[in-house]
């Protein structure tokens, strides 16, 4: 009995309280505030442009760039990535990429962080209200020689404020107190709701359902339509079979504006060495 009770896993009370309250204020106070004053073109303009911005933030930045390093880019790039991926509300950098190597080494096994294997709800958010018995300071090594990844890790907290507060300013500019609630409603805490769904959604449908013709040697699938909540990242199978690849989907023709944006900062001088599998393997 007393090995059962040492071994059940232990809550996260920090983060259960903290996805809870953003979940109840966007299934509860976001509609309730549309039902008695509803919003303006401002808050669904912020909506949509910090959507857009963190998301990219958290597929480029966190992941692309920092997990698997499929490019490089500028100091002063990188560190505008990690921040618009700060605002997501998904851990800092250093944690996030620590934990997504972790999944790729140890996919399906206990090991990994969101383990599909689980169940879908585990794999989905489950796994945010457990502390994690199996963190790995391995998995930290390369990440913690990087000085931008240290100073988003160090001022993580400010980051993510500034990202809940900038909706509020700019509504509070536009149309005084109700705006400012307004816009952190709906471009603040309901769209952190809606990105933090969108990349689990990469964690728990991606491993149950969809093709795999890349490989079989986990249970990662590709799932188009979830590329379009992701910006690319829902051809998982192919990712999980080529993770150095910064493109997870490899023909012109798969939706994934993170490749676009990245071969996008090559034209431009700011983004360079992106790696990509041969011909033969894509």
């Given at each position: 009995?007393?090995?059962?009770?040492?071994?059940?896993?232990?809550?996260?009370?920090?983060?259960?309280?903290?996805?809870?309250?953003?979940?109840?204020?966007?299934?509860?106070?976001?509609?309730?505030?549309?039902?008695?004053?509803?919003?303006?073109?401002?808050?669904?303009?912020?909506?949509?442009?910090?959507?857009?911005?963190?998301?990219?933030?958290?597929?480029?930045?966190?992941h692309r760039?920092?997990?698997?390093?499929?490019?490089?880019?500028?100091?002063?790039?990188?560190?505008?990535?990690?921040?618009?991926?700060?605002?997501?509300?998904?851990?800092?950098?250093?944690?996030?990429?620590?934990?997504?190597?972790?999944h790729?080494?140890?996919?399906?096994?206990?090991?990994?962080?969101?383990?599909?294997?689980?169940?879908?709800?585990?794999?989905?958010?489950?796994?945010?209200?457990?502390?994690?018995?199996?963190?790995?300071?391995?998995?930290?090594?390369t990440?913690?020689?990087?000085?931008?990844v240290?100073?988003?890790?160090?001022?993580?907290?400010?980051?993510?404020?500034?990202?809940?507060?900038?909706?509020?300013?700019?509504?509070?500019?536009?149309?005084?107190?109700?705006?400012?609630?307004?816009g952190?409603?709906?471009?603040?805490?309901?769209?952190?709701?809606?990105?933090?769904?969108?990349?689990?959604?990469?964690?728990?449908?991606?491993?149950?359902?969809?093709?795999?013709?890349?490989g079989?040697?986990?249970?990662?699938?590709?799932?188009?339509?979830?590329?379009?909540?992701?910006?690319?990242?829902?051809?998982?199978?192919?990712?999980?079979?080529?993770?150095?690849?910064?493109?997870?989907?490899?023909?012109?023709?798969?939706?994934?504006p993170?490749?676009?944006?990245?071969?996008?900062?090559?034209?431009?001088?700011?983004?360079?060495s992106?790696?990509?599998?041969?011909?033969?393997?894509?």
């Amino acid at each position: 009995m007393a090995h059962a009770m040492s071994s059940a896993p232990r809550l996260n009370y920090v983060s259960t309280v903290l996805f809870g309250l953003i979940t109840l204020t966007a299934l509860i106070g976001v509609p309730l505030f549309a039902y008695f004053y509803d919003y303006t073109w401002l808050d669904w303009v912020m909506f949509g442009t910090l959507y857009v911005v963190t998301g990219l933030g958290i597929t480029v930045g966190y992941h692309r760039l920092i997990a698997h390093r499929s490019f490089t880019c500028p100091n002063w790039v990188k560190t505008l990535l990690l921040i618009a991926g700060g605002w997501a509300l998904e851990n800092s950098a250093l944690k996030w990429a620590a934990d997504h190597r972790r999944h790729h080494a140890q996919c399906d096994r206990d090991q990994d962080p969101y383990n599909a294997q689980r169940g879908f709800w585990y794999s989905h958010c489950g796994w945010v209200f457990y502390r994690d018995p199996h963190v790995n300071d391995k998995y930290l090594v390369t990440l913690r020689q990087d000085p931008v990844v240290l100073w988003q890790h160090r001022f993580y907290l400010p980051i993510v404020l500034s990202g809940l507060a900038l909706p509020f300013l700019l509504g509070l500019m536009m149309n005084g107190w109700r705006g400012g609630l307004s816009g952190f409603l709906l471009a603040g805490v309901g769209r952190v709701f809606w990105v933090l769904n969108s990349t689990f959604c990469i964690n728990s449908i991606c491993h149950l359902w969809g093709s795999q013709p890349h490989g079989r040697l986990d249970s990662s699938r590709n799932s188009w339509w979830v590329s379009f909540l992701t910006f690319g990242e829902g051809y998982h199978n192919y990712h999980h079979t080529y993770q150095s690849d910064y493109r997870n989907g490899p023909r012109w023709y798969n939706f994934d504006p993170s490749k676009w944006l990245i071969y996008s900062l090559s034209l431009l001088g700011l983004a360079s060495s992106l790696r990509r599998a041969t011909k033969g393997q894509a």
